[in-house]
DNA sequence: GCAACTTCTGTAATCGTTTACAGACATTAT
DNA sequence: ATAATGTCTGTAAACGATTACAGAAGTTGC
């Protein structure tokens, strides 16, 4: 590979000189920094980014942390999340904890290891709880789950608050033994099931069923047969995530129940298919892209400028109504 | 952050003392090493894997190069990538090219600037045609997309062979009038279009109707809505890609034809909602899982010894047939 | 007792950049 | 004429690791 040293010699410079045209520092004779210029297009020349990163203490990399990829929550955001990085000229580190501390854990390590300029991040329940405990002292921003200590921004939705109105939904459409799926491995799950349980409390009810599961289809499809199997059976289940929504539909279809009339069902974020299956599924559907722009908008700030405050910024889930759950009024 | 010279310091012994015990290197009595053990474990230390790659002249991080991570093939493909990864100690970069070849170009010199050990790439139809002109000097591995020139390792499946049964498939079932779907930026939708042609000129028939489209939602849906207005209509739509799918069962349903009686529908990838929706699609089903896999061991193995031959690692797509195309015989 | 070898450790160069510092020269102010 | 300032460029020291080389000490063989 060519390198700086190349191209000061082609250009009969020294590196310095070489380093200070390609930073676009003052002070460079029109000629040299043409001349420079020559050398490097010549030579085909590109920095070294490894050794830049070195001396300079500082990468153009960012690291995002997600459970797993495969969930359309995480993969839209992480597309977000990615387009506001090229932009920016800084590249993408990927890993997936699945929800496993220590796995987390040394991803954290990795991450610092290389020397990230800072961090998008999805925390285990563990270490959204034991915040602080992680040490972190990357910049960072925490998405999809509120962690309690620490100082760190945050980019969220209000779950209970939208696990209170889609409960809220089923209540009013008549369903009255509501079973709730929840994730196992994460705060996100509590919060959601704090909203759930508001709700029935609020109508005089108590949830008749509540399950907290790996965020797997199998295991929503597993726990959902299970459901339907028990006395008293559930008449409407809430899945808080789209893989456990995926699994209850499965489960449901194969009981031969009818939609919406026999059980309801809702659940968390839109995907392709919300809309497309039949019947159509009542969700909350999550601002995805939103959420990772504005994860990584505030990432770039705060690498800017390292003094700001804290923020935490809650976008608000929408709910959209689908036939899925709509047994009583309209089509 | 505390060095290998803190370490040392705290150890009292040099830095290359330091750097042969944690490189579990020969020729360091027990005490020595036990020394140095203790000094790291007390300051915390970990090796600054950015000097690391500089002095050695290779990293630990491979590059993964796709059109769109929210493509479900990709997803899944990239989940896979990520996994062997990181049993391997490897660390993942990401990139999404949107099949848009400078985007790409740019992508490929940032990973050789950051100076991956190795890429796994899903290249334009621009860049597979011309592969030897992109001047990778990086171990690659192709995915997805066959490339003519240049040596290079792949994994793919035989578009031309899956698109025939499909295709095959739909005639058997006595539809005639054939519309494709296919992607507009990639050697894939050729491939894919070949096999198309190919079942249909073997039963005296030629192709309806081609569209060559950008791989989203929209893009499907708006054609397969125009498709729907033109005469004669269709009878049967084959979609090469999950999103293009996604769009044309979202026009047929909102058209109001009776799925599969009026219109025939089948299309590539098996995802979570292929299976759920009404009615269940018929699709070629991509091992996304094996594919990543694949690509990442053969990563791995030209790694360790570059001087391997190239292969080219042809998988079998599986026909999954369902509701969507059946309005002969099975229910 | 001396050569030859093995074991252990340190010195210093190196990877490819950036940048503090200093020096050369030109221009302007006094 | 001298000092002060501004422009341009090069020398060399970092960044944090690895590793070639050399040298010290201990062991073995004759």
Redo the contacts with the bound molecule.
């Keep these: ?5 190349d ?2 010699r082609a250009a ?9 045209v ?2 676009n ?9 043409q001349r420079v210029l020559e050398a490097v297009e010549r030579l085909g ?4 980014l ?3 990163g ?4 500082q990468t153009n990399t960012i690291g995002l942390l997600v459970s797993d990829i495969r969930n359309p929550y995480f993969t839209d955001v992480s597309r977000a999340v990615e387009d506001l990085a090229y932009e920016h000229g800084f590249t993408l580190f990927l890993g997936n904890t699945d929800e496993n501390p220590q796995k987390e854990t040394l991803y954290l390590q990795s991450m610092r290891d290389h020397n990230v300029a800072g961090l998008i991040f999805s925390p285990t329940r563990q270490a959204s709880e034991h915040f602080t405990a992680l040490n972190l002292t990357l910049p960072t921003v925490v998405i999809d789950r509120a962690v309690r200590e620490g100082d760190v921004d945050m980019v969220l939705i209000d779950n209970v608050e939208a696990a209170y109105r889609l409960t809220q939904h089923l209540l009013e459409q008549g369903y009255t033994r509501l079973a709730g799926l929840f994730g196992e491995m994460s705060v996100t799950g509590r919060e959601r099931q704090r909203g759930f349980e508001k709700a029935l409390r609020e109508h005089g009810l108590a949830p008749l069923q509540m399950r907290f599961l790996p965020p797997y289809i199998q295991t929503g499809y597993e726990a959902t047969r299970a459901l339907l199997q028990s006395q008293p059976r559930p008449d409407a289940i809430l899945a808080t995530n789209s893989l456990l929504l995926a699994g209850a539909l499965k489960a449901i279809r194969e009981a031969g129940l009818p939609l919406p009339e026999a059980i309801g069902l809702a659940g968390f974020d839109e995907t392709t298919w919300t809309p497309l299956v039949e019947p159509p599924l009542t969700v909350i559907a999550q601002p995805t892209y939103e959420i990772g722009r504005m994860a990584m908008r505030m990432l770039l700030e705060r690498l800017e400028n390292p003094a700001l405050p804290y923020r935490q910024v809650i976008l608000k889930g929408q709910l959209i109504l689908r036939r899925s759950t709509l047994r009583r009024t309209e089509g």
Tied chains: 1, 2.
């Design positions: 590979m060519t390198s700086i040293k191209v000061a009969g410079v020294s590196t310095a000189t070489v380093s200070r390609l930073a520092k003052p002070y460079v004779s029109p000629e040299v920094r020349y590109r920095p070294n490894v050794a830049r070195l001396r300079a203490q």
